[in-house]
């Protein structure tokens, strides 16, 4: 079965940059979450969406972390401006609304920010 | 804000031996518990689920949950060093998933 699919698997960006990561959920799923992880702070909620419809942004994540979810297929989360702070693994979850399914993840992307 | 907090932040068990992991919501709308294992590098994977009260084993883990307390508590039995882990549980509450700090297991041969 196919899983969720994140792109790409390493990224390393200098301050200042923009950078888009991109995140397929399992087909079939309506529910789609974007969470940072680090050793610090565990995972944190950046945004979740509903059947394309954007239900959370992670409230403190507002300013420079805007993820989209243009079909049901396909998510990006883009970060403008990089910050060294942002250095961290950028996780994509999916599941099937409703009923007892855990949130599937993806293997992530890690995040450099020079 | 909904909180999941896990006892202990790091065990370590011998290889042969029981890990016991701990997990609490704050929420009383949580309805469903997960435990996922997240190998170093890896993703988490969700490992088992639990819904309602009581227990629930499948292999060498074990699951309780007292919805009352909303408390929920994780045991592998015959820990291999494999085992070892960052162990994160995860409580739904409304359609609100939220994950705790996670517990990592060293399991020592």
């Known amino acids: 079965d196919a899983g969720v699919t994140q792109t790409p698997r390493h990224e390393v960006a200098e301050k200042g940059q923009t950078i888009i990561l991109k995140c397929e959920p399992v087909?079939?799923?309506?529910?789609l979450f974007w969470y940072r992880q680090t050793k610090i702070q565990g995972l944190e909620l950046l945004s979740y969406f509903r059947s394309k419809s954007l239900m959370e942004d992670g409230g403190a994540f507002k300013d420079r972390f805007k993820a989209e979810m243009l079909n049901s297929s396909f998510s990006t989360l883009k970060i403008q401006p990089t910050e060294p702070k942002d250095s961290a693994v950028y996780l994509c979850?999916?599941?099937?609304?409703?009923?007892?399914?855990?949130?599937?993840f993806g293997e992530g992307t890690r995040l450099s920010v020079l | 804000q909904q909180k999941v907090q896990q006892s202990p932040e790091s065990l370590i068990v011998p290889e042969g031996g029981m890990a016991s992991l701990n997990c609490t919501s704050s929420?009383?709308?949580?309805?469903y518990f997960w435990w996922y294992r997240q190998h170093s590098g890896k993703s988490p994977k969700m490992l088992m689920?639990?819904?309602?009260?009581g227990e629930k084993e499948e292999g060498r883990f074990t699951v309780h949950l007292n919805k009352a307390s909303l408390h929920t508590s994780l045991h592998i039995r015959d820990s291999q060093p494999s085992d070892s882990a960052l162990y994160l549980c995860?409580?739904?509450?409304?359609?609100?998933?939220?994950f705790g700090a996670g517990t990592r297991l060293k399991v020592i041969a």
């Open positions: 689920s639990i819904f309602s009260n």
């Open positions: 995860a409580a739904r509450g409304n359609y609100k998933y939220v």
């Open positions: 087909s079939g799923h309506n529910d």
């Open positions: 929420d009383r709308n949580v309805d």
């Open positions: 979850a999916s599941s099937l609304q409703g009923g007892n399914q855990a949130p599937l």
